[in-house]
């Protein structure tokens, strides 16, 4: 009974961690005053993912009105001129949070983990008593990766359940701020920062029919209006609250959305205007007052280190300067009248909102995904004034004033300024060069059935990332047309049409022999065919190129397992860790063979070992559940099928356990 298996071939993301961050000495004072009157302001912070500043009436738009969000803009300040650090979702929030750069902080990619200890906007803001929490909208940012640092509260329900699809991974708008007004009703009484993730313009959409008239030929409108419109009810609430009076608001995205601008649909492989130009509005306190107090010592509070006296005349209503959402912290604490951790890379905006301009600042921005999945160089950005210099094998630089769609690139005829920005680059980067990865970071895992919705979103996981300063590889640019043959073939393989599949993984293959991972999928596909032995071979070919692949590994360890060949299976799952020694599937299938052969308490410590890479997979607690119920551990085996079910209430092998052990004795 131990070799039951719900998937024959879980298909997991494991990222490696790349950061080590200086933890934050925290703060143990006397709380804050009241956040009414007179009281430090509270901060509420709402992402609204994948949204293009371009798209907002407020910044120009003309196909849609935005009159929520616009609504934001009256008293407060339009920053028109904002870039991204990083076009994907959970290293631009790491970039945001921490003020630090992506290359820096090591978080490249979705899916990796924010190592505990990381200095952030919510860790700050805790240690000087401010009550946390977030409401998350999508997967991405689930508190597996970190994020969650300094958050109190931290609403993201994504692993309390199995993934089954790709809109799993995401909820709607209405949800996310339902929960957050109920928070607020019960936690508004003391300064609080409140984080608000909404993930309904990420693909796939999933447009409620009430909104499909306001933008017939975009869903992305649709989603935009559906969007705004919850917004516009959790903004009400605000008002009848108050809230809206006394708190920061802070509205921004952390990336737009290409929709086929320079040949790309989504976002993350290039890094033009269209995915890292974001919106950020700043909504001011009617009027806000922190005085200088002491504290019962006779010493200041932090809170109350200098009066803080302001309201929103005195700040501009737009400021066209450029700058980056890795201003976003310094520029809250300032305004708190809190000193910026000195990890903070950012700098305040606020005498940019007073003032209008100062000198020009340098905006980097970054995307190694097509370095890290296919091998390709990476693409890394500077923006200073009205230019933007593209770093890439095929560098770029665009004058954005006179043509913000970035379509005439003005190199090889301006080869002086273009040089002149990437030495800034180079020293932008060599000054904030990384950190090494702290000891004892592992991979991590996400739920089974993960990887397959993250394929459904056009997201292909990353098992290995290359060194983050490695600049090697052929342009992105160069490979645009087998990038999206490979997307084509992808969604192919999704769809139910494998024998296709494999014909335009091949094609990919004949025109580059080193591409790693066609042959992964090729090797997918021909599983999905019950080609299990050219499926191996394909591994073997993936392995050849990168010897130390986890998922290539992986699969071919749950090849040689799904056709019976139980020695070859325990070798590849031995072999891979011995570099990936927390790897789940190893554990899971070791786990898997040592039941069957009788080696219990070796069957036992591989599950235990698979649970503690995966915390949320039902399927390793079912197992040791079977384990410990075969050893008479009876109370433990009812802990592991619960903990089962709180994961996957579907799991019938569990319940059927669960009920068996729970019987009454005759």
Known sequence: MFLSRRSTFPRILRLPVLLAMVSLVTYAGPRPQSAGTGGPPPVILISVDTLRADHLSCYGYTHLQTPHIDSLARGGTVFAEISSQAPITLPSHVSLFTSTYPFANGIRENAQVLPPGAVTLATALAAHGYDTAAFIGGYFLERRYGLAQGFQTYDSPFDTRAIRGALDLKRPASKVLDGAEHWLEKNSGHPFLLFIHLFDLHLPYDVPAAFRAHAPHSEYDQELAYVDDSLGRFLEFLKRSGL????????????????????????GYFIYRSTLHVPLIIHWPQTTE????????????????????????DYMARVDAPAGLIDVAPTVLRFLGIQPPATFCGHSLLDLAKEGDSPPREIYSESSYAH???GWATLRSLRRGDYQYIDAPHPELYNLMHDPT??????????????????RLTALVSNYRAKPAADGQTPTAGARGTADSLRALGYLEITSPKPALDDSGVDPKDRLFEYKRYLLAGHLARTGKADEAAEEFQAIIAGDPRNLPAYIELARADVDLHRYLDGANKLKAALALDPHNVEAEEMLGDIWLAVGDHTRAAAEFQRLLTFAPQDYEAHFGLGLLAARGGQIPEAAGHFRAAIAANPSSAEAHCQLGLILEAQN???????????????DPQFREARRELTKLSAPCR
């Open 244 to 267: 809206d009076r006394r708190a920061l608001i802070v509205l921004f995205s952390d990336h737009g959305e290409s929709l086929g601008d320079h040949g790309e649909n989504t976002h």
């Open 290 to 313: 922190i005085r200088n107090s002491k504290s019962e010592n006779g010493k200041s509070t932090p809170l109350s280190s200098f009066d803080l006296r302001v309201s929103p005349s």
């Open 372 to 374: 890290d999945k296919f």
């Open 406 to 423: 970035e379509v005439r690139n003005l190199l090889p005829g301006q080869a002086a300024v273009a040089a002149s920005y990437r030495e």
């Open 633 to 647: 551990q009876k109370p433990a085996a009812v802990r592991e099928f619960q903990a089962a079910l709180r994961i």
